[in-house]
């Protein structure tokens, strides 16, 4: 079994931090995992946030409900990644929709959400994937323009505490050969 | 760095496949690469429809434009992933939807598609995500039922050529500290 697959099933949704800054470095190749993604056509239609400011990560942990157990892990994570994308790019042509899904920024936002959470499980971080909130209140927060949407939130920091893994569906129950119900 | 980025950074859109079939083995990884991906609140709405019969594979060329130089792919690679997703599943609590953005299957689709592919790449295995096709018609060519829809598919073979890498945005353009167009 390859390293990645070590790294993709040990990954978890981590809410609990300790007090322990996230090195230059590290943080570097966070945002690096994010640039090397594939995207929509090549779009690259990311903006990220970095939030260390603890007013400001206060101010976003608002956006999520009353009684959200996420809202404390804005304020311990030493750092929240909040993933942006500008409109119109993914899934477009010539600001045309190409497909019946109209805008793909969800697709490519999930890809590199899943390239930094990797590389950050690679760097022994925590990460939790946030996308429950109100979206125009944190776009509001961090100031982005018309034109772009804040996707999700990611707090990220070195684990205190790593939950087991919720259960997953066994392969035969999702994957089919050739047709949707083919035997495997 | 660590190796993970590599392997981000190596990922190509490969559309040149060696004559050479994937060992059962491998491609069970890259299932589990799907079944251990993160998910709104673990809901794995993914379906993955795993085609290796050549008349299907020309079947689903066949959902691309005329003159779409991906078609070719589909019936040179020797598996072609097809990732349907459940709908009302992702993004939802109790059967209603809670954000702006809808159905979130597209950003989970996203993420196991990255997961998948960049354990293709950790096995040497060249992939390319194709999303501009009739969706429509490439679930009628696998029967997916409705509820259901096909978002992409993943022509997967050895390379026989690699092309270069696109351009990418520096990080300076697209990272902002604490607020959009904060300096880093």
Same mark, same amino acid.
């Given at each position: 079994?390859? *390293?990645?697959?070590?790294?993709?099933?040990?990954?978890?949704?981590?809410?609990?931090?300790?007090?322990?800054?996230?090195?230059?470095?590290?943080?570097?190749?966070?945002?690096?995992?994010?640039?090397?993604?594939?995207?929509?056509?090549?779009?690259?239609?990311?903006? &990220?946030?970095?939030?260390?400011?603890?007013?400001?990560?206060?101010?976003?942990?608002?956006?999520?409900?009353?009684?959200?157990?996420?809202?404390?892990?804005? =304020?311990?994570?030493? =750092? &929240?990644?909040?993933?942006? #994308?500008?409109?119109?790019?993914?899934?477009?042509?010539?600001?045309?929709?190409?497909?019946?899904?109209?805008?793909?920024?969800?697709? *490519?936002?999930?890809?590199?959400?899943?390239?930094?959470?990797?590389?950050?499980?690679?760097?022994?971080?925590?990460?939790?994937?946030?996308?429950?909130?109100?979206? *125009? #209140? #944190?776009?509001? &927060?961090?100031?982005?323009?018309?034109?772009?949407? =804040? #996707?999700?939130?990611?707090?990220?920091?070195?684990?205190?505490?790593?939950?087991?893994?919720?259960?997953?569906?066994?392969?035969?129950?999702? =994957?089919?050969?050739?047709?949707?119900?083919?035997?495997?």
């Amino acid at each position: 079994m390859s *390293d990645l697959l070590n790294l993709l099933k040990e990954r978890r949704s981590v809410r609990n931090y300790e007090e322990k800054a996230i090195p230059e470095s590290v943080l570097n190749e966070l945002l690096e995992a994010v640039q090397w993604s594939p995207s929509w056509a090549n779009t690259q239609c990311w903006e &990220v946030v970095v939030v260390e400011d603890p007013a400001i990560k206060e101010e976003l942990s608002q956006t999520l409900a009353k009684g959200n157990p996420a809202k404390k892990n804005f =304020v311990q994570a030493p =750092v &929240v990644f909040v993933l942006g #994308a500008k409109l119109k790019s993914s899934g477009y042509y010539k600001d045309q929709v190409t497909t019946k899904f109209g805008d793909w920024f969800l697709f *490519d936002m999930g890809i590199c959400t899943q390239s930094l959470c990797l590389t950050a499980q690679a760097h022994g971080l925590g990460t939790v994937i946030v996308g429950l909130f109100d979206q *125009d #209140a #944190a776009k509001r &927060v961090v100031g982005l323009p018309d034109g772009y949407e =804040v #996707a999700t939130m990611i707090p990220t920091g070195y684990p205190s505490k790593v939950p087991s893994a919720p259960k997953r569906r066994e392969i035969a129950e999702f =994957v089919h050969k050739n047709r949707f119900s083919g035997a495997l």
